[in-house]
């Protein structure tokens, strides 16, 4: 079964960076696009950057990370990575990676990222 192994997250100040790792053992990983989503409390989970399969040329981002965010992925250790910069409190939220579209009934324990002063 796939798993997906999400680090990174923690406690940082408003304008602060971090950033995050997805660990995954889906074969033929090259093959699939990816995503990281984030779960905020009282919301549901949304997509909030995507990076195409093979080198991955394309990225995708919504519009309230545009220009903060940064989606990479590398295939030959099969893992998928978000640096998050200047961030906000809003941020706050339980961040998870899965395909883009994701596996629904596959989700890993994700990383708790809180944005605070």
């Known amino acids: 079964q796939v798993q997906f192994v999400e680090s990174g997250g923690g406690l940082v100040q408003p304008g602060g960076s971090l950033r995050l790792s997805c660990a995954t053992s889906?074969?033929?990983?090259?093959?699939?696009?990816m995503g990281w989503y984030r779960q905020a409390p009282g919301k549901e989970r949304e997509l909030v950057a995507s990076?195409?399969?093979?080198?991955?040329?394309?990225?995708h981002y919504v519009d309230s990370v545009q220009g903060r965010f940064t989606i990479s992925r590398d295939n030959t250790k099969k893992t998928v990575n978000l640096q998050m910069n200047n961030l906000k409190p809003e941020d706050t939220a339980v961040y998870y990676c899965?395909?883009?579209?994701?596996?629904?009934?596959?989700w890993g324990q994700g990383t708790q990222v809180t944005v605070s002063s």
């Open positions: 990076i195409t399969s093979g080198s991955g040329g394309g990225t």
């Open positions: 899965n395909l883009d579209p994701p596996l629904r009934t596959t």
């Open positions: 889906k074969n033929f990983f090259s093959s699939y696009g």
